[in-house]
């Protein structure tokens, strides 16, 4: 079973920057679109951006703009640019299949934007 690791979150000012990734113990079929999911205390898991295998993105109104998901095939690895943060982007992020969850969720990774 393929396991996803999100990193590169943190605690960003508002208006900051960061990068997360998620990585795959094992190979992702490029036919998979990959998702990048959210969930901020009591609230419930949100899809906030999604990317093909050939490279074709979604983006929920809330990040349009400011979000940019991309995906390396070869190192079977997604990424999600995240810009001009806003205290509301606040959460936990994780990655999966979309629109159907593929695979276990990982731990995920903490994104705290402070105003």
């Known amino acids: 079973q393929v396991q996803l690791v999100e990193s590169g979150g943190g605690l960003v000012q508002a208006g900051g920057s960061l990068r997360l990734s998620c990585a795959a113990s094992?190979?992702?079929?490029?036919?998979?679109?990959m998702g990048w999911y959210r969930q901020a205390p009591g609230k419930q898991r949100e899809l906030v951006a999604s990317?093909?295998?050939?490279?074709?993105?979604n983006y929920a109104n809330s990040v349009k703009g400011r979000f940019t998901a991309s995906r390396d095939n070869a190192k079977n690895t997604v990424y999600l640019q995240m810009n001009s943060l806003k205290p509301e982007d606040t959460a936990v992020y994780y990655c999966?299949?979309?629109?159907?969850?593929?695979?276990?969720w990982g731990q995920g990774t903490q994104v705290t934007v402070s105003s």
């Open positions: 094992g190979s992702i079929s490029s036919i998979y679109v």
């Open positions: 999966n299949t979309w629109p159907y969850y593929r695979y276990n």
């Open positions: 990317v093909t295998g050939g490279g074709s993105t």
